[in-house]
Structure formats: C-alpha cells, structure tokens
C-alpha cells in the first residue's frame, strides 16, 4: 500500500508559501507538516485557499509551548493554534514535552503532570473533532525508553507520534516501537542522522540529514510494521539540518524531491 507521505517544513521561516508549496507538490508530496507563526500565515481562510490552490493540506500543525507550563499566555497560545489547525482541516497538532528542569533530576511525577495536562489540552480540542499527538524527542523532559514507557502509560486522550529516529537514539527499536504503542499512534516522523558522537541522557547530538541519506535505520522494515498494523495515517519525512547556506523555502522544496523518492522506493 502506498501511504499518504508529507513534508516537513520545520526548518521554514519566512517563506513565500504558495510557490514553496507548489515546488513541494512538484516533488511529489501529498501535504505538508506547519510550523509557522500564526502571523506569518495570516487567516484560516487565506491558508485553506493557498492549500487548495496548490493541493497541498496542511496535514499537522505545532504547538509553540508545552502543556505543562500553566503560565495563561502559553496556554492562550497554544488554544489558538488548536483553533487555527481546526479551521484549516489539520489532521492533528503536535506537541513535545518541553525542557528538562533545570535546577534538578527529572522525577516521575513531572513526567505525569506531563502527560496529564496534554490531556486537558486534548479535551479542549476535542470540541473540533482534533486529535493532538505527542512527538518524542530527545534532550526534553521525556528522554528514555522508560520515562517515554511511563508518559504514554498516564496519556489516556492524547495520541502518539513516534519519530522513528529518536526511539532509535534512545536504543528502542524503531520497528518495534511502532509496534508496541500500535494503539496509541496516529503520526509518524521519518527522519535520519549520519553520526551521533553523544548517546547519553539530555546529551544527544546526531548529524541529522535528508532521509536517505544515511539509512541510519530499518526504514521499510518501518512500512511494513505498519502495513501489517493497518495504519492509515500520515507519514511525514524530515529535512536535514542546518539548510543549505542561502537556501530559501522554494529550493529546499525543490530539493526534497530526492528524500520523496527514497520514502517512495521504500515502499511508503
């Protein structure tokens, strides 16, 4: 089966949306993953028509704050990007765990708290029918197989997205990952490194690349886990970092055409 593949513009800035969009749609992508400001995007509406003119969803939005933090203004914020990915017809909106305290050791119950408050944000998007989805990142407040095991554990309304890269990172097999929180997935990164000369706790620091380029792991053993768990979902692949020097959105778009072919040759 081929699954619906997205790109993720999270190295994006300023760009001028509509032409990037169309290089992305040129590449061969079904939709694309949003970081942005609200400010630069502008409206719902204005969004939905550059979209449609270019047959580029915006597949997935992202939280700028996390939702453990209950300052108002984070949690204002973050309610209207719940709102803006509701209005543009997003799938989901991510969300990470934020940074580790920095004054002590990470203990059990900051990681519930965690989990728990990203279940209130779900119940305030549940009024759109919108699904949030927890991406596991390492060098963040959940950064280990079994802090990760431990959040999903207290996660009872929010979903799951699993880069495949960092489970690797964190010695969890990616294949195995999406296998064992099967119920709770809703998303999927793909994304690869070349090196990483630091594997340890809130210290972890990968060369990441286009996927592809480094095969740091078992990408289509990947697809087929999921083909056999009959996920449906999107599957959005990653850019490597830094961008090319002077690059802007419509070349890196341009470029990505590469890392599509790869996903796609991988049988995704």
């Not at 809130?202 to 697809?223: H, I, Q, S």
Request: glycine share 6%; hydrophobic share 35%.
């Amino acid at each position: 089966m081929a699954f619906k593949l997205a790109y993720c513009a999270l190295r994006w800035r300023e760009p001028d949306l509509e032409p990037a969009l169309e290089a992305l749609k040129e590449a061969g992508w079904d939709g694309w993953e949003c970081r942005l400001p609200i400010e630069w995007l502008g409206t719902p509406t204005r969004i939905r028509r550059i979209c449609d003119n270019t047959g580029m969803p915006l597949i997935c939005f992202s939280a700028q704050g996390v939702p453990q933090d209950p300052d108002q203004a984070n949690q204002e914020r973050c309610k209207r990007r719940m709102d803006f990915a509701a209005e543009v017809g997003a799938d989901c909106l991510l969300y990470m765990s934020g940074r580790k305290p920095e004054d002590r050791a990470v203990t059990d119950e900051d990681i519930i708290k965690s989990a728990e408050a990203a279940d209130v944000w779900q119940d305030y998007s549940s009024q759109y029918g919108l699904e949030l989805t927890y991406h596991i990142h390492t060098n963040t407040l959940v950064d280990s197989i079994d802090e990760w095991k431990l959040y999903m554990a207290y996660l009872k309304k929010a979903k799951l997205c699993i880069d495949v890269s960092h489970a690797e990172l964190w010695n969890y097999d990616p294949v195995q990952s999406l296998d064992d929180f099967s119920d709770q997935l809703n998303y999927v990164h793909l994304q690869d490194y070349s090196s990483c000369t630091v594997r340890e706790y809130g210290k972890y620091n990968p060369t990441w690349v286009a996927v592809g380029e480094a095969e740091c792991l078992d990408f289509k053993g990947c697809r087929e886990i999921l083909e056999r768990n009959s996920y449906s979902r999107w599957v959005t692949s990653c850019p490597g970092t830094p961008p090319y020097q002077g690059e802007d959105a419509v070349s890196e778009a341009k470029r990505s055409a590469k890392m599509y072919e790869y996903c796609r040759s991988q049988g995704f």
